[in-house]
């Protein structure tokens, strides 16, 4: 088990690097001894897991963990796991609920859930929308790096953010306003900025190094709730981008 244990948090490490690292910086880390690091990279690169670099004199990940994640991504758990959740939202609130993911400085909707005879208002699985301009992606960018929004939407002036109905933030510098408000209060919120008479609130799920990875969302016709009780909307859906988290074995930032 402590072996395992440690090839593990190997792995989680590298996955969670911009680089591959130094079997020293694994070491320290890791608070692992520099002969057990040394002697575990070689093991794991055995089996394909890690691989040497010998050029940099780093360690990446190798070909069977990019084949794990590959299965991953075919197995679709990330649906599986969101599904049950939005299908009880549905039920609580009468409203459709959708599983979104940043692709780039775009929302990518994975799922959606609603009520029976509900008609279909939002948008369908597999659609990408401007991620400024949504409730779910606003939920993860507000969760993101300032630098990493900034790569999202390079030199995007007011000539240059996509604009669908007139509102939403126009610069830069809007947007980090709007984002610094989301994640003081906990959650998102767009108005009219998609669909006009549509407003949608988000909550914002985590992976295990407290990243960002996913959104639930619902949307509702704006004249049948009125805006004081949007908090308590709010509420319930950030139980079940909670309970997202922990089915991830996740966690939100700065907590272990």
Request: hydrophobic share 40%; net charge positive; proline share 6%.
């Amino acid at each position: 088990m402590p072996a395992a244990r440690r090839a593990l948090a190997v792995l989680r490490l590298l996955a969670s690097s911009a680089q591959p690292l130094e079997a020293s910086a694994i070491a320290r880390s890791l608070e692992l001894p520099r002969s057990s690091t040394y002697h575990l990279l070689t093991e794991m690169a055995a089996d394909g897991f890690v691989t040497y670099l010998p050029e940099e004199r780093r360690w990446g990940l190798g070909v069977a963990a990019f084949e794990i994640g590959s299965a991953y991504l075919r197995q679709g758990p990330l649906e599986r796991l969101a599904r049950p959740l939005l299908h009880r939202l549905v039920e609580r609130t009468g409203e459709i609920a959708q599983l979104g993911v940043l692709h780039g400085a775009e929302t990518l909707y994975l799922l959606k859930e609603q009520p029976p005879h509900h008609p279909t208002l939002v948008t369908d699985v597999g659609v990408r929308l401007p991620a400024q301009l949504t409730a779910s992606g606003r939920s993860m960018l507000a969760h993101l790096p300032a630098a990493q929004v900034r790569a999202l939407f390079p030199g995007r002036g007011a000539d240059h953010f996509v604009d669908r109905t007139g509102h939403g933030p126009r610069t830069l510098t809007e947007l980090r306003r709007v984002l610094a408000g989301d994640l003081r209060r906990g959650w998102s919120v767009e108005d009219g900025q998609v669909t006009e008479g549509l407003a949608s609130i988000a909550a914002c799920s985590f992976d295990h190094i407290g990243h960002p990875v996913a959104a639930i969302t619902v949307t509702f016709r704006r004249d049948t709730r009125a805006e004081d009780s949007w908090a308590e909307l709010a509420v319930q859906i950030r139980t079940a981008a909670a309970d997202l988290t922990k089915r991830l074995s996740g966690h939100a930032p700065g907590r272990g």
